[in-house]
């Protein structure tokens, strides 16, 4: 459904199967007269409405090699999205685009910030069962959407990763 508003705002849905899955786990609106056509996304004309810094959230990852690599990323984008969107150098991360067919986003989370993540789906779980390295607080990357209580957080790539589509390790001795 696209629909263009007073304010000038342009939705348009987009029928991407990984975009639709990242989409639904991060809570992402839908259009279409009850039709999943694909997410919705929000373009304007104007660069009054561009992101502020009060919309973004910094993220900092710790990479296998120990390197801290920095970046930000929209409220509402998945872990996933910001390393893609930031060119991040992490070695076969994300390797199925949050189709949830791997584990090769596994991410390693602080404390603080896991006990407030939203719920883990079965689907994650099972994922989960096959990433490498796995601890009591690790989540996938594509199933994690930013928050404004996120901003600053640190969070740690596991050593290797084991993507089950093609068992191949992939590790920072390789």
């Known amino acids: 459904m696209a629909v263009l508003g007073a304010s000038g ?3 348009r849905a987009v029928a991407s199967s990984c975009c639709r899955l990242r989409a ?5 609106s839908w259009g279409g007269s009850g039709t999943r056509l694909g997410p919705v996304r929000l373009f304007h004309a104007s660069a009054s409405t561009r992101l502020s810094s009060e919309d973004k959230v910094t993220v900092h990852f710790i990479n296998r090699d120990g390197d801290k690599l920095t ?5 509402g984008d998945s872990l996933l999205d910001v390393v893609v969107d930031n060119n991040l150098d992490i070695d076969g991360f994300g390797a199925c685009e949050g189709t949830l067919a791997c584990s090769t986003c596994h991410l390693i989370f602080e404390d603080h910030v896991f006990r407030k993540l939203d719920a883990i789906t079965d689907e994650e779980m099972d994922m989960l069962d096959l990433a490498y ?3 009591e607080r690790s989540r996938l990357g594509c199933q994690i959407c930013l928050k404004k209580s996120m901003n600053d ?6 050593e290797a990763v084991a993507d089950a589509r093609q068992s191949l390790d992939i590790s920072k001795k390789s």
Do not use: D, E
Request: hydrophobic share 45%.
């Open 9 to 11: 705002l342009l939705l």
């Open 24 to 28: 639904l786990s991060c809570g992402k």
């Open 71 to 75: 970046a930000q990323g929209k409220i």
């Open 133 to 135: 390295g796995l601890t």
């Open 153 to 158: 957080m640190t969070v740690r790539v596991p």
